[in-house]
C-alpha cells in the first residue's frame, strides 16, 4: 500500500482511465491522490519529526 491509502492497482485504474484525455486530467487524478492522502501526511511527518528529537 502506498502512503495515500490508495493501493497501485487501483492508481493505475485511474491513471488508465485518464489516459485518453489531456494533461489536466491527469493533473486532477494526482492531486486527488495527493487529497487522499493528506489526511495520512500530518501524521507521518509527526512521526518523523518524533524520530528525530529522540536520535
Do not use: H, M, Y
Request: aromatic share 2%; no cysteine; glycine share 6%.
Amino acid at each position: 500500500r502506498l502512503e495515500s491509502g490508495f493501493t497501485q492497482p487501483d492508481i493505475e485504474k485511474i491513471r488508465s482511465n485518464v489516459k485518453g484525455k489531456p494533461k489536466t486530467s491527469i493533473k486532477t487524478v494526482d492531486q486527488a491522490i495527493r487529497d487522499a492522502g493528506a489526511s495520512v501526511q500530518p501524521k507521518e511527518s509527526k512521526l518523523k519529526a518524533v524520530k528525530e528529537e529522540t536520535k
